[in-house]
């Protein structure tokens, strides 16, 4: 049996337990799945990634923070203690957390983990495998690091579809400011608008500062996220070719690139051999792919029997139409034969043949409000609650949002609007999400809670014409995707995870001056008791007018 991992159990504390039985809101469970134990201290370092002393946001004192290595379906256990000086949670960007939104850990599920606090996040890695990563959620920390990638092993018994590499590497990427979060946060508290990146970073470091070491002769994976804020990187490793196999959880049909364009919060696995006859040092590159002018993330991909230094100071070249882009799109298929959680779900479920219940047309658009600037979804600019929307639903308070807040197509005449953004989805609704790009900048949007099939993505205005070209067949299932721009793609999904989820603009300061809403996917009650939302946790913390809620 082929296993997809040198190392299947991971390294990290873990405890498993065969057999435990918990008291779980009155009704007894017993759980066979292990659970894992972690725990972080999340604080600020030192660190001057390009050159310029900075507080970075580091977890254990590391920046990046630690991989976070998991198997389907354990039970994960993660201990978070906030030692910065402001509030914080992390999300798990890609992670679905079945039936569960109370652990999402966006502002509108939870309510901060104060500083000096902490909070244990409680939740399972249900049927999903692949690579991911997390990030602190809230008032811009993104900026300053806090994040770490996420690796789900298949269980033992599912087969993979490739032989098992070398060793497995983590390349997160990512843009970088020099300055402050707190700073960047104020500039657009004013409403301007952040200038360009100041560089490129690949694992938290600066050009050439870090290196992956080989051997020659064998195939390594590596697990590439962009953690990044606004810029697609295209990412490349001078004289050898990448085969990709993994997108998000999903196997792909296995296809060689010499260059991949990984847009802001996706991730990929490529299997890349070390063919090179002559043992040395090559560049691997991350370069930013449609804004000028181009930044570079460098880093060395080091033959373990070279002594010659780098191959070449020249970078292998990056395309720079946008066409080509559309074209690699296109070209990243499922491989329907080759299971991933369970045995083969994808290509037993033959979406393609499943009716749509209902179209939503998100269209984007940036916009000044008084003088300031925002970003809007359908004309609605999204506010951050104070109140978590999950929390308010929860406890029947008035007055924190209401469902249809933002309307599900764009309406041309409409003025613009700032509300708690929320639409509502109907419990197994199967459902076409179109993102609609009227703007040049290319969008990068996600969805919490799912993984969605991109069945098509082209230029100018989406209309009932454009489905003819969708891909019914082997598109790709995943969790975030772009929209070139002016141009718009279509994602089809099956609403079976009842919660309130984000979707989100994937840049932070589009989201951050309210490019993003909320589906609220309610399961009826008495419906398929087995489906119905988990309760709040037996930790969940209080804020905003839930405080004043549960006083009274
Ligand atoms: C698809 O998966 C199967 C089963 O694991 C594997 O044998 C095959 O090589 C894969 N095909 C492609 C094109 O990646
Ligand atoms: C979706 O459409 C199918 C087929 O028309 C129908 O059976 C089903 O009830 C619909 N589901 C929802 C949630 O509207």
Redesign the pocket.
Known sequence: M?SCSVDQLGSGEMAIALCIMIIFGGTLVVANDPYQYEDWTVSYIDASPLGVMQKVIAINDQFPGPQLETTTNYNLVIRVHNELDEPLLITWDGIQQRKNAWQDGVAGTNCPIQPGRSWTYNFKMKDQIGSYYYYPSLLFQKAAGGFGSIRVNPRRNI????APPAADFVVLIGDWYKTDHKTMRSVLDEGRLLGSPDGVLINGRGPLESSFTVEQGKTYRLRISNVGLTQTLNFRIQGHRLLL?ETEGS?????YYSTLDVHVGQSYSVLVTMDQSIPADFHIVASSRFTWPTLYGLAVLHYSTSHRGLVSRDLPPAPNDVQSSYEQARSIRM?????AARPNPQGSYHYGQIKVNKTYVFANSALKVKGKQRFMVNGVSSLRPSTPLKLADYLKIDGVFHVGSIPDHPIDWATPSVASSVVAGDFRAFVEIVFQNPENALQSWHINGYAFFVVGMGPGRWSRESQRGYNLVDAVARTTTQVYGNAWTTVLVELDNPGLWNIRSQELQRQWLGQELYLRVVNPAGNDVKMQEEPPPHNLLLCGRALIHDAG
């Open positions: 082929r087969p993979c579809p490739f196999v196997y792909v049909a296995q296809t491989n329907l034969t080759a299971g």
